[in-house]
């Protein structure tokens, strides 16, 4: 898993996402774009792909797409319409495009894998040819690079994911903590 950070400048949502899904489709990866201001960190994404990946194994998934099952765990939701809300949209936004090779790619010899803190220095060569594509974008939708990953904004994850103030009292730990709880649950509730 390789997220790429930056602000998208979207002028055409359907060609952007078309954009990246034929970067996905080239290198044989799945690409996905999210509004960074709702994703509390590198954790928050790849157990949204385990999970997606374990759905789509199960044959339990909701979305026929990995890019789209992904999204949905992402967003703690089974519904495809609310989840697409974490997506990137129109104008500028700050976004966090995630490039993934599943279990089709190799990852380098000396990879080591991804901790909580640390990001992978085993992309596959495929990830990194997408997330060099992703970088490459230009034109009317165009990603410029910028750290915008845990970079989010504690009142949109509020009411985006409904976390309350009951809610954060009652559990130990933080806000990711508590998003990354709801990605997690959506398994329970299927």
């Not at 790429?4 to 044989?28: Q, S, W």
């Not at 928050?44 to 765990?73: C, F, P």
């Not at 966090?96 to 596959?124: H, M």
Request: with cysteine.
């Amino acid at each position: 898993m390789e997220p790429v950070e930056g602000v998208a400048t979207v002028e055409d949502l359907d060609a952007f996402v078309a954009r990246l899904g034929a970067i996905g489709d080239e290198h044989g990866v799945t690409v996905q774009a999210f509004d960074a201001r709702c994703v509390v960190d590198r954790a928050h994404l790849r157990r949204a792909v385990e999970l997606a990946d374990r759905s789509l194994a199960r044959g339990e998934n909701v979305a026929r797409d990995r890019a789209v099952e992904i999204l949905l765990y992402a967003a703690g939701t089974r519904q495809i319409d609310r989840a697409l809300e974490l997506g990137v949209s129109e104008g500028e936004c700050p976004a966090v495009v995630l490039v993934d090779a599943g279990d089709a790619g190799e990852r380098g010899p000396d990879a080591e894998p991804e901790t909580e803190s640390a990001p992978s220095d085993g992309a596959t060569a495929a990830e990194r040819r997408a997330v060099e594509a992703v970088r490459g974008m230009d034109g009317p939708g165009r990603l410029e690079p910028a750290e915008t990953l845990g970079e989010y904004d504690p009142d949109r994850v509020r009411e985006y994911f409904e976390v309350s103030d009951a809610e954060l009292d009652a559990v130990e730990g933080t806000l990711a903590d508590a998003v990354r709880e709801r990605v997690a649950l959506l398994d329970v509730e299927k």
